[in-house]
């Protein structure tokens, strides 16, 4: 299936989830993310949901990863395309932006090549792990700027698509996406 359509029809499912099942998904989602080897690093982007597209909500990941004592990275657009990232302390102050994303204001900014893990916000995924995005290209960008090695983990509410027909050669693909079900490694 072509990304445009897929995400015409992941922005429906979306749309029929109530606050309470999406939260409930997603704690089932992050209590999966605990079996993944990914717990032994120290930088790990993460998203803050944008609760009006019904996306996974991050916050029990963000429990976890204050529970284990990691350096959590928040993004924040810089302009069209580019993301920089914050570390999250304390006195980070969050603020949505004019897409209703919620993001750091300002803080100790982290360079992309320190991260150690991302997870991925998402419409759509496939078995070969593409990602259907918003179709920005925000993490495009930033996955070319960090080392090599980064792990990517997609957070999906709904299971894979067999497979994304119009892959672009700056796709990077994902190395685990996890749902509410079902851990998918690629």
Request: proline share 7%; charged share 25%; glycine share 4%.
């Amino acid at each position: 299936m072509l990304k445009k359509d897929l995400r015409l029809i992941y922005s429906e499912r979306r749309k029929n989830l109530t606050p309470q099942k999406i939260s409930d998904l997603s704690l089932s989602l992050a209590n999966l993310l605990l079996k993944l080897p990914i717990w032994n690093y120290s930088y790990y982007h993460l998203f803050l949901s944008i609760t009006e597209k019904k996306e996974v909500d991050t916050s029990f990941i963000m429990s976890i990863l204050q529970g284990k004592d990691k350096n959590i990275l928040l993004p924040k657009m810089l302009d069209d395309q580019n993301l920089i990232n914050f570390l999250l302390t304390d006195s980070t102050p969050i603020k949505k932006n004019h897409w209703n994303i919620p993001e750091p204001v300002d803080g100790i900014e982290v360079p992309p090549e320190k991260i150690d893990v991302v997870f991925l916000p998402l419409m759509a995924f496939d078995l070969k792990g593409h990602r259907v995005g918003y179709g920005k290209g925000f993490y495009d960008v930033l996955l070319q700027k960090c080392k090599p090695d980064v792990i990517k983990v997609g957070l999906s509410l709904f299971d894979a698509e067999e497979k994304i027909m119009d892959i672009n050669p700056h796709d990077i693909p994902l190395n685990y996406c996890v749902t509410p079900n079902r851990i998918y490694s690629f």
